[in-house]
């Protein structure tokens, strides 16, 4: 069974389509290149297939020699809120909403992306993850959003704010000023997954332009549509998240064990995965493959990390495996995209 296409809205290609034209690119050329059509951004409920996405952004990033696009782009976008979560983060009571809203939320810019936060004593550990079906190159699009989300969080408390730390999953930028101005003083490159520790006391700021009616009446709206949005899951996507989460995090995974977090028996999800064409077995490795593509385009992580990452007991087992997805060693899989760079 194929994976479905994991979509995201077009609102977030409004700033690089107003930064493309102001450094005189070419906007149309751009988006045919990544397979994207201009009547679909025309659209203003459009969701688009995010691969293509990330792919304009690291086209626009070739074309325009910007290393460091996703956060020039975001530097240079207007305040405005222009989605739905842009609007109920801009209306939040405290921070504390903010990331809550984030948290349920984000799937309806980027479906099937997983956005958690947790406090540990005197801090809150908040993570991001893209869904495992998007293997294009990302490390623009990751950037852009983490820097969207830390400006819009300054303009609600104060542009002096700034994380304790930021971790990246791609390779380092070549721009420190601008990632010390857009993502703070603490960032590390190449870790396991995009994560965002803060200070717990900033839960708690009541926000100077808080609308709690309106917030909450549009908290209304984005549970129907987040609703709306589960109804039509397939089992089989709810299984991909739960084993792409585990290998993210360094967790072993086996059917059981995906079985027990989605409330079934393995007998159960068998059947029920039976029924649309595919395998657990088959979901492990697809979650695989996008993982190792994500590592060895966007990151400098080495390649017995990355084999240990993907449960793999040893960096030969991982190199064949690589070599029946990629038809090329892992190797030459990232030669390869430093050569495109």
């Not at 550990?125 to 869904?131: R, V, Y």
């Not at 730390?165 to 010390?180: E, F, G, I, N, T």
């Not at 917030?215 to 996507?237: F, G, I, N, Y």
């Amino acid at each position: 069974m194929a994976k479905l296409e994991p979509k995201i809205h077009v609102s977030m290609t409004i700033g690089l389509r107003d930064f493309i034209r102001q450094a005189g690119g070419d906007f149309n050329g751009m988006l045919a290149r990544a397979g994207l059509s201009r009547r679909a951004l025309d659209d203003p409920e459009a969701m688009l297939p995010a691969n293509a996405v990330a792919c304009l952004f690291e086209e626009a990033a070739r074309e325009l020699s910007e290393p460091c696009l996703g956060l020039k782009v975001v530097e240079r976008m207007s305040h405005k809120a222009i989605s739905l979560l842009g609007f109920l983060i801009a209306t939040a009571p405290t921070v504390r909403d903010v990331l809550e809203c984030v948290a349920k939320y984000a799937c309806l810019q980027l479906r099937d992306s997983s956005f958690t936060f947790e406090e540990r004593g005197s801090l809150i550990e908040a993570s991001w993850m893209f869904p495992d079906s998007m293997d294009a190159p990302r490390t623009q699009l990751s950037t852009f959003f983490v820097a969207l989300f830390l400006k819009r969080i300054r303009l609600a408390v104060g542009s002096t704010w700034q994380p304790l730390s930021v971790d990246l999953d791609h390779k380092v930028l070549p721009c420190p000023d601008l990632v010390r101005q857009c993502l703070g003083e603490r960032v590390r490159f190449d870790q396991r997954h995009t994560r965002l520790v803060m200070d717990l006391s900033s839960l708690s700021r009541r926000l100077p332009d808080r609308n709690e009616r309106l917030h909450e009446v549009m908290r209304q709206l984005a549970d129907r549509l987040v609703s709306e949005a589960k109804s039509r899951t397939p089992v089989a996507d709810d299984a991909r998240r739960v084993v792409i989460d585990a290998l993210s995090n360094g967790r072993s995974i086996d059917l059981a064990r995906a079985a027990q977090a989605l409330a079934l028996t393995p007998r159960a999800l068998q059947l029920r995965l039976r029924h649309v064409d595919t395998t657990f077995e088959q979901i492990l490795m697809e979650a695989r493959k996008a993982i190792a593509s994500h590592y060895l385009q966007d990151t400098m992580v080495p390649l017995t990390d990355i084999a240990l990452i993907l449960g793999f007991s040893e960096l030969s087992a991982f190199t064949r495996a690589a070599r029946r997805w990629f038809g090329v060693s892992p190797r030459i899989v990232r030669q390869r995209a430093l050569g495109q760079r």
